[in-house]
């Protein structure tokens, strides 16, 4: 895979494995209150990343100091191997959509582009007016005019017109209907193809992350939960049910992330990291969803599934 260097527009040989973003016991304090503590992760380059967590984890706190808009109190953030606030070319590698999308309501699209031209050196002119005809989205409308979807792909085509090489955006979903939510995944699915850049994405709404990300992380608390490929996570998780009675002994054998049981039955969402989940022909067991497995780390903050450190580095 490759990409471009944004200093120089230089193609980059990129290795699918190269760390795109990572960080180092990063911690973030507003007066009292940690915002994240002890944060250690490694993306690696090439993914596209769903970043999740209810609300007040931490996840606009982790994407701002990614594209070094905050100050870690502790820690640090290197993305594709440089320190990002002491280095330019790093930050030119950089886009970020901000929650409340940074549009001009009285620009038209066109002096959006114009706009977006005059900021950025390595802006793709070309790249933009061929989204925006794709989508249908007229040049000359003003930008508060248009729909909340037209206005959420607009934004969209300015982060990727400035051609990172990490795209980072917070909630570029919220206040999207479905089909709406569906239109802006598919278009920056289109644009990961295109381009080979990282993508690291905030939102609640996990369902329509699964087609797109490959790559999850959890943030709970201020602290990462899970971190990890979204297929290898899958695969590492089972939903067993059985006889309530025989329960405990399955709890003793593997990690039981979260549970429901009645008199008679228990469901249980079990970790069996490649184990074969059960011999006992009393137990079914069937594979769990994204949203089962997020749902299921978030009722239990003290469970996490994170790399290895020697895999964390990989
Ligand atoms: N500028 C700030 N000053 C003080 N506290 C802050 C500031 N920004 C964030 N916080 C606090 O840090 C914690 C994490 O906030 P953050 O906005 O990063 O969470 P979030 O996961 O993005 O939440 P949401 O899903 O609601 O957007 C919260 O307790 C929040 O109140």
Redesign the pocket.
């Known amino acids: 895979m490759t990409g471009t260097d944004g200093m120089t527009g230089t193609p980059i040989a990129r290795t699918y494995g190269d760390s795109a973003l990572e960080t180092t016991g990063l911690g ?1 304090r ?2 009292r ?1 940690w ?2 503590r002890d944060c250690s992760l490694s993306i690696p380059a090439g993914r596209v990343v769903a970043l999740v ?12 100091l990614a594209v070094g808009l905050v100050t870690p109190t502790r820690g640090s953030v290197r993305v594709f191997g440089e320190p990002i606030r002491q280095s330019a070319a790093a930050l030119a590698r950089v886009s970020f959509l901000a ?1 409340d999308k940074p549009l001009y309501d009285g620009f038209t699209v066109t002096e959006m582009l114009r706009f977006g031209r005059h900021l950025n050196p390595g802006w793709d002119d070309d790249l933009a007016r061929e989204r925006l005809a794709d989508l249908d989205i007229p040049l000359n409308r003003k930008v508060g005019t248009l729909s909340g979807g037209q206005q959420a792909q607009v934004a969209l085509t300015v982060a990727v017109a400035k051609r990172p090489d990490l795209l980072v955006m ?2 570029p979903l919220a206040n999207l209907d479905p089909a709406a939510r569906h239109d802006v995944m598919s278009s920056l699915m289109a644009a990961v193809v295109e381009t080979g850049m990282t993508v690291v994405l ?1 939102s ?1 709404v996990v369902p329509d992350l699964k087609d797109t990300c490959d790559w999850l992380v959890l ?1 709970n608390r ?1 602290q990462v939960q899970v971190s990890g490929d979204i297929d290898d996570l899958l695969a590492a998780h089972h939903v067993l049910s059985g006889p309530a009675g025989l329960a405990d002994g399955v709890a003793a054998r593997m990690p039981v992330i979260s549970e429901s049981r009645s008199d008679r039955q228990a469901t249980l969402l079990v970790r069996t990291d490649g184990r074969t989940p059960s011999h006992d022909p009393r137990w079914s067991a069937r594979g769990v969803t994204l949203e089962e497995l997020v749902v299921a780390y978030l009722r239990s903050p003290d469970d996490a599934a994170l790399p290895r450190p020697a895999l964390a580095l990989s």
């Open positions: 973030v507003y007066r209150t915002a994240l967590g209810p609300n007040g984890a931490g996840k606009s706190t982790f994407l701002r929650q917070d909630e905030s609640h943030l201020g």
